[in-house]
C-alpha cells in the first residue's frame, strides 16, 4: 500500500507566478463582470483553438446549456445526442425544454454512430449532439455531411478534446459550435470554467447576453439571461495555465505512451483509445476495456485496485439515458454497444506530474491480478 493515487489531479501553475499573476487585483478590486483578464484569455483562446469566435462561461455545463439556448430551438424539439457521456451533456438539452434523441455509439472509440444518427430524424429534429469521447473524436465530416442535408445545426461537446486537431484544423472549428469545459480535472483548467466556440458573430451576442443577465448598459436590459460569467480569478488561472500547457500535455504523454507499452500485451485488457493519422491528440484520460480471458470482470478489478489505494473511474456508467433521474424513461431503447462499453471501461489515473513510481503501482495492479 502507497499513497493514494486518484483518477486525475489539477495542473496548476507554480505558487509564486500565480500570486505574482493576481496581485494585481488587489489594486483595480475588479474581480468579475469581463474584465481585463477575461478578455485577454478569451483571444489567448480563440488562437489557440483555431476559431473564429470564443465565449467564456463559469463552467462548461453552462456553455452547453446556454449555447443550446443561444440557437433559440423550439421547446420539445429533438437533439440527437448519445447516451456514452458525462450527464452533463444530456441534462443541457432537457433542461432546454427539448427532447434527447438517444444514437447508440460505435463500439471502436465511443463516439456517436454516424451511421445511425439518419433513422433517428424525424419533422421535429432541430440539431446533432455529438461528444468527442475520452478525445476520441467524432466522424466530423459524415456529421456535417448529414446535418447539411436535413438542415440541422451540430453542437460538439467537446470537453475531453481541448487542444485536439485534424490535418491541422482545430476540433472546436467544426459544426456550428464546439464547447469547452475548463473544469479542474481537465487538460487546461481555469479552476471552473468554460467556453463555447463558434463562427457566427451573432451567436457571440447572443451568449453575452445569456450569460450576463441580458445587460447591455446601466439601464438597459435587453433580454432575459443568467449569471454564468467567468471570474477574473478564474481568467488568471486560465493564462497561468496556458503557459505550461505544452509541458502538461508532454508528461501526460509520457504516462499514456507507457500505459500502452506495458499493458498492449495483458490479455483482456484492451486500450481504448484511439489516436488516428493527422490527429493532435491532448492526452487527457486512459480508458481500457476489462473483457474476457481477463480473470476479473471490470467491476472486480475496479474494488481490487480501491483496495490497493488506486482510485480509477467507471466512466461512463451507467449511460446517461438510464440514470435514476429519468425513471427508465429510455430503459428500452436499442442501445445495446453503449450499454456494453459501460459495462467494461475503465479510466486509469493519468495526469501531468503523475511520478514513475505510482504508475509502476496502477500497472502491477493489473497486471498481478490478471495473472
Same mark, same amino acid.
Given at each position: 500500500m502507497g499513497k493514494q493515487i486518484n483518477v486525475t489531479r489539477s495542473s496548476m501553475p507554480p505558487y509564486e507566478e500565480f500570486i505574482e499573476a493576481i496581485k494585481p487585483l488587489w489594486e483595480s478590486h475588479w474581480l468579475t463582470n469581463m474584465g481585463k483578464y477575461h478578455n485577454e484569455l478569451q483571444e489567448r483562446l480563440k488562437e489557440y483553438l483555431g476559431v473564429e469566435g470564443l465565449s467564456l462561461l463559469?463552467?462548461? =455545463?453552462?456553455?452547453? @446549456?446556454?449555447?443550446?439556448?443561444?440557437?433559440? *430551438?423550439?421547446?420539445? #424539439? /429533438?437533439?440527437?445526442? &448519445?447516451?456514452?457521456?458525462?450527464?452533463?451533456?444530456?441534462?443541457?438539452?432537457?433542461?432546454?425544454?427539448?427532447?434527447?434523441?438517444?444514437?447508440?455509439?460505435?463500439?471502436?472509440?465511443?463516439?456517436?454512430?454516424?451511421?445511425?444518427?439518419e433513422e433517428l430524424i424525424t419533422e421535429k429534429t432541430v440539431a446533432i449532439l455529438p461528444v468527442h469521447v475520452y478525445g476520441n473524436l467524432c466522424n466530423t465530416e459524415a456529421i456535417e455531411r448529414i446535418a447539411r442535408d436535413y438542415n440541422l445545426k451540430v453542437i460538439y461537446d467537446a470537453a475531453h478534446a481541448f487542444g485536439e486537431s485534424v490535418?491541422?484544423?482545430?476540433?472546436?472549428?467544426?459544426?456550428?459550435?464546439?464547447?469547452?469545459?475548463?473544469?479542474?480535472?481537465?487538460?487546461?483548467?481555469?479552476?471552473?470554467?468554460?467556453?463555447?466556440?463558434?463562427?457566427? =458573430?451573432?451567436?457571440? @451576442?447572443?451568449?453575452?447576453?445569456?450569460?450576463? *443577465?441580458?445587460?447591455? #448598459? /446601466?439601464?438597459?436590459? &435587453?433580454?432575459?439571461?443568467?449569471?454564468?460569467?467567468?471570474?477574473?480569478?478564474?481568467?488568471?488561472?486560465?493564462?497561468?495555465?496556458?503557459?505550461?500547457?505544452?509541458?502538461?500535455?508532454?508528461?501526460?504523454?509520457?504516462?499514456?505512451?507507457?500505459?500502452?507499452?506495458?499493458?498492449?500485451?495483458?490479455?483482456?485488457?484492451?486500450?481504448?483509445?484511439?489516436?488516428?493519422?493527422?490527429?493532435?491528440?491532448?492526452?487527457?484520460?486512459?480508458?481500457?476495456?476489462?473483457?474476457?480471458?481477463?480473470?476479473?470482470?471490470?467491476?472486480?478489478?475496479?474494488?481490487?485496485?480501491h483496495e490497493k489505494d488506486i482510485f480509477p473511474r467507471k466512466y461512463f456508467y451507467p449511460i446517461t439515458s438510464d440514470q435514476n433521474c429519468f425513471r427508465n424513461k429510455y430503459k428500452n431503447l436499442n442501445l445495446s454497444v453503449a450499454r456494453e462499453l459501460s459495462e467494461h471501461v475503465l479510466t486509469l489515473p493519468i495526469y501531468e506530474g503523475l511520478m514513475e513510481e505510482d504508475q509502476r503501482r496502477v500497472i502491477n495492479s493489473i497486471k498481478t491480478t490478471g495473472k
Open positions: 463559469v463552467n462548461g =455545463h453552462m456553455g452547453l @446549456e446556454l449555447g443550446l439556448q443561444a440557437f433559440g *430551438f423550439p421547446e420539445g #424539439g /429533438e437533439v440527437i445526442t &448519445t447516451p456514452f457521456t458525462f450527464i452533463s451533456t444530456t441534462h443541457a438539452i432537457v433542461r432546454n425544454k427539448l427532447r434527447p434523441v438517444f444514437c447508440d455509439v460505435k463500439p471502436k472509440d465511443g463516439t456517436i454512430d454516424e451511421t445511425k444518427i490535418n491541422g484544423r482545430g476540433i472546436g472549428s467544426f459544426g456550428d459550435a464546439s464547447v469547452f469545459s475548463f473544469h479542474a480535472t481537465k487538460v487546461f483548467n481555469t479552476i471552473e470554467g468554460g467556453a463555447v466556440a463558434f463562427h457566427e =458573430h451573432q451567436i457571440y @451576442e447572443k451568449l453575452y447576453n445569456l450569460k450576463n *443577465f441580458g445587460i447591455r #448598459g /446601466e439601464s438597459l436590459v &435587453t433580454e432575459v439571461g443568467a449569471n454564468a460569467k467567468m471570474n477574473e480569478v478564474c481568467a488568471i488561472m486560465g493564462l497561468c495555465n496556458l503557459e505550461h500547457l505544452e509541458d502538461a500535455i508532454a508528461s501526460r504523454k509520457k504516462v499514456f505512451d507507457t500505459y500502452v507499452a506495458e499493458l498492449a500485451d495483458v490479455e483482456g485488457i484492451d486500450i481504448f483509445r484511439i489516436v488516428k493519422d493527422g490527429e493532435v491528440n491532448n492526452y487527457a484520460y486512459f480508458p481500457i476495456l476489462v473483457n474476457d480471458p481477463y480473470p476479473l470482470s471490470r467491476d472486480e478489478l475496479y474494488l481490487s485496485m
